[in-house]
């Protein structure tokens, strides 16, 4: 997969070549480009926003300079990427959508400062036939779309195939089964007088599966009764009707 970002903050995506990201790279699994939108201007105060339209607070990312960034990184590589615009107005980013964009060849993400970017650079993109999501990590504002770049990629590059160690992991996680994981526990047996739950030691591994099922049930009755209400009624059985 590649994945370009383009953004004034450069520095602040280092992060993705960090860890367990750094490695999907140095294996070849992901390339990863990112862009400084400030290439792509041409006033010596390489101004990148301008006052909105219609006035009020705060100010715009301009058209004709993201025109010309997205142009010319469109054009690095022949493969039609997904353009994700990150942004408080997007619709939910989710599990589901990194699964998505797992099955992408290239990602490209516009990160937005300020107000936002000019909405004609999206309507032009879209006018061209290109895929634009523009996505929310969620209900709160950033200063930049940086860290929901820095979110969204890890969601999505760790279901790469070959990047995480053991890929049964990502069936597991939280959501995957559309329920929230239930409490972990490893060694030792007893800390500072908390003990670990006996049937996780007992080898019943039917018994054991049943009480991971109920403490994800329980957990997320208490903290997501809405994950619960969205589960397909055949997705719970008779057993987890106590829930
Ligand atoms: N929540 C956000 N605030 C600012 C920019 C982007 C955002 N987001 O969720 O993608």
New binding site residues.
């Given amino acids: 997969m590649r994945i370009d970002v383009i953004t004034i903050f450069p520095g602040y995506l280092a992060p993705l070549r960090e860890a367990l990201l750094g490695r999907a790279i140095a294996a070849g699994l992901v390339d990863l480009d990112v862009h400084d939108l400030r290439d792509w201007t041409h006033d010596v105060h390489q101004a990148v926003d301008d006052a909105p339209y219609g006035g009020g607070p705060g100010m715009v990312m301009r058209p004709q300079v993201w025109g010309e960034a997205l142009d010319a990184v469109l054009a690095r590589d022949a493969r039609t990427p997904r353009i994700v615009v ?3 107005a ?1 619709r939910p ?1 989710t599990q589901a959508t990194a699964q998505e964009w797992a099955g992408a060849e290239r990602l490209l993400f516009a990160c ?1 400062r300020y107000e936002g970017i000019d909405q004609r650079v999206v309507d032009d993109a879209r006018g061209r036939g290109l895929p634009v999501d523009e ?11 940086e ?2 770049v820095l979110v969204m990629v890890e969601a999505v590059v760790r279901l790469l195939p070959g990047v995480l160690g053991n890929p049964a992991s990502a069936e597991q996680d939280s959501f995957s089964d559309g329920l929230l994981e239930g409490p972990a526990y490893t060694r030792p047996e007893t800390w500072r007088g908390l003990a670990v739950p006996e049937v996780l030691r007992s080898g019943n591994h039917a018994a054991i599966a049943r009480w991971r099922r109920d403490r994800a049930l329980e957990r997320t009755a208490q903290r997501r009764p809405d994950l619960l209400a969205a589960l397909p009624e055949r997705a719970l059985d008779k057993a987890d009707r106590a829930f």
Avoid at 136 to 143: E, F, K, P, T
């Fill in positions: 990150p942004t408080p997007g980013f937005g996505v929310s990590i969620g209900d709160y504002v950033l200063v930049g779309g860290a929901a």
